[in-house]
């Protein structure tokens, strides 16, 4: 063994070996031990002693050697990362990350939006989009796709397709505003303002696109003060009951038939009223009937003063007010009656609010869910469930709401030809009518349309009404004793409060639930025979009639109970800070 091979022994002992050589040395030909040439520099000639490193020289610009060698040419660096698309050099899935140097290539990383599946030479995938309903937990990085989570329902959403967005927190209404959507996982809250008429008309962007529909959202002011008009009235009645000179008062001894006329010295009717005309002359006429009037118990005597006012119609009435029949309809909601609307302008329905909400917002629960419009429907059959009747939905963007009136005018978005025509309304006011007519839904015991002919129009200092307060007054503990339980007393105590609205039209007939959104009609022009819609059957007088159990709906006959709606010149007071076009379309 010469000394050289000795000392290479002791070395590798040392050191780790390969072949019997020190890592990152070479024999040269001539039998010398040297070292190679670093990363970034290329082999010139062999070094002159042993262990030395051999002699290198750096790579020029643009070329790089990546290990220790002696290599004698270096290699040009990468221009492009391995995935390249060569096609389409705007759109690399890949980004040089590292630019080259002597020692290493170009180094490359996937960019945003891409992860690199794994493996040898992995090629850049382009990140999974998380869904509407769905936000990224985690973006795609390295070697892993994008992370998707359900957003939660009621606290944050996702409202696009994307690989970067999170669930977002849901928008908080605040105070002036209502939830007009609730947030679900797809969808932000959407708060509708709590005052006036808000008006969105998309006239820009939609009428560039061919659209001519404009979008029109109608609050009125402050929900719930119409379910509770009373409340808002209380000074107005209490007005009204001083100014009364005469009132009636029934004995409650004989609970049949024979109550008793007497005067009462704390209240008076004001004969000098200027409704008092058609009262003067029937107090002249009979104390009996008065009397009869004011029956204070149970009785069997329900309906007299219909009776007395059912007057006949001609058969060009009979025809014109069939035609008008053609144009209401029931609405429809899961196969249950709700309402009566009826059809006006090019493809818009007259109802009640309260029959809207009683779609939106089922369980009363403040929650108004718009799009359930759209599964509601008007039918203008006779019978509102006749399979073969043709079924029109409403819009979920387009209607008016006035609360105060509880008036809703909804949009059938896909009219056809088969529509029955418009009703018209009266938008000036009707003078020397004393009756009109409803035609509704859920008439007491029958599910089909009907008319009811001539209703007595009623005045708040009437005969009638103070009739009804006498025996309202008389029987309210029965009234509070008969609620059904789950209703507030106050509803009592609200008995008639809010007749005297001046915006209601307050008549004498009986419909019942499903009759809510009907026209009020009105002959006003009989020579000619036309017939217009003078108002909207809302709600009923008193107010808890419906609330009673069956033995106390007994101590109020029928003639205390009244109907009402708003007139038609209020709805259009309300609605004429609407476009032209929109009031031309329901007014003209
Ligand atoms: C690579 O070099 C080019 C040209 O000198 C320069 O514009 C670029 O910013 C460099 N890239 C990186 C990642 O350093
Ligand atoms: C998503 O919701 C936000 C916040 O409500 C809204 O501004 C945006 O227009 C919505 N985007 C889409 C595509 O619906």
Not at 396 to 417: K, M, N, R, T
């Amino acid at each position: 063994m010469t000394i050289k091979e000795c000392v290479l022994l002791a070395l590798c002992a040392i050191v780790n070996c390969v072949n019997g050589l020190p890592a990152n040395t070479y024999r040269t030909e001539k039998g010398l031990i040297c070292y190679l040439c670093p990363p970034g520099k290329f082999f010139v000639r062999d070094c002159s002693l042993d262990y030395e490193t051999a002699i290198c020289s750096p790579c020029p610009n643009g070329y790089y050697i990546a290990i220790s060698s002696v290599a004698e040419r270096c290699q040009p660096c990468s221009s492009v990362c391995p995935n390249t698309n060569y096609e389409s050099p705007d759109d690399q899935p890949e980004i040089i990350t590292v630019n080259c140097t002597s020692a290493t290539d170009i180094q490359c990383e996937c960019k945003p939006g891409f992860w690199r599946e794994s493996g040898f030479n992995g090629m850049c995938r382009r990140a999974k989009l998380c869904e509407e309903g769905r936000g990224v937990k985690a973006l795609a990085t390295g070697n892993s796709d994008t992370v998707c989570e359900h957003c939660e329902p009621g606290q944050t959403f996702s409202n696009m397709s994307s690989a970067n967005e999170k669930c977002r927190p849901c928008t908080q209404c605040d105070a002036l505003m209502y939830v007009g959507r609730v947030c679900l996982p797809n969808r932000d809250t959407e708060c509708i303002l709590h005052s006036t008429i808000i008006t969105t008309k998309t006239t820009t962007s939609l009428n560039k696109h061919g659209a001519q529909k404009t979008l029109h959202l109608g609050i009125g002011l402050g929900f719930g003060t119409l379910f509770f008009a009373g409340i808002v009235i209380v000074g107005v009645w209490c007005r009204v009951r001083r100014k009364r000179k005469h009132a009636y008062r029934s004995s409650s001894k004989d609970q049949l038939s024979s109550s008793k006329r007497t005067h009462s010295s704390e209240s008076d009717l004001d004969s000098t009223s200027k409704d008092d005309g058609f009262n003067e002359n029937l107090s002249k006429t009979s104390a009996l009937r008065e009397s009869d009037h004011c029956i204070s118990g149970p009785s069997g005597d329900r309906g007299i003063l219909k009776k007395e006012k059912d007057n006949t119609l001609s058969q060009c009435m009979m025809d014109i007010y069939r035609d008008k029949m053609l144009s209401v309809g029931a609405i429809v909601r899961s196969n249950e009656v709700v309402g009566t609307g009826f059809r006006v302008g090019k493809q818009c329905i007259v109802t009640a609010l309260h029959v809207v909400m009683e779609i939106i917002d089922p369980r009363k629960c403040g929650e108004h869910n718009f799009s359930k419009l759209k599964k509601a429907s008007i039918v203008f059959s006779d019978n509102p469930f006749d399979p073969s009747a043709r079924h029109y939905n409403f819009s979920a963007e387009s209607f008016y709401f006035y609360e105060d009136l509880d008036v809703a005018i909804l949009e059938i978005p896909h009219p056809d030809g088969m529509l029955p025509k418009k009703l018209t309304l009266r938008k000036e006011p009707v003078d020397l009518v004393d009756t009109v007519s409803l035609i509704g839904y859920g008439h007491p015991g029958n599910s089909n349309k009907h008319f009811e002919n001539s209703c007595q129009i009623l005045y708040s200092n009437s005969h009638e009404i103070n009739c009804a307060h006498t025996v309202f007054r008389k029987n309210i503990d029965k009234f509070r004793t008969g609620l059904l339980r789950g209703y507030d007393s106050s509803m009592v105590e609200r008995g008639y409060q809010g007749h005297d609205s001046p915006h209601l039209i307050l008549m004498h007939c009986f419909m019942e639930h499903g009759a809510s959104g009907s026209p009020i009609l009105a002959c006003v022009n009989p020579s000619e025979g036309i017939v217009e819609v003078v108002g909207v059957l809302t709600r009923g007088f008193p107010e808890f009639y419906f609330c009673l159990d069956k033995r106390h709906k007994y101590y109020l006959p029928d003639n205390c109970r009244f109907e009402a709606g708003p007139r038609m010149t209020s709805i259009y007071e309300r609605m004429t800070s609407q476009s032209n076009e929109i009031m031309a379309d329901l007014f003209g």
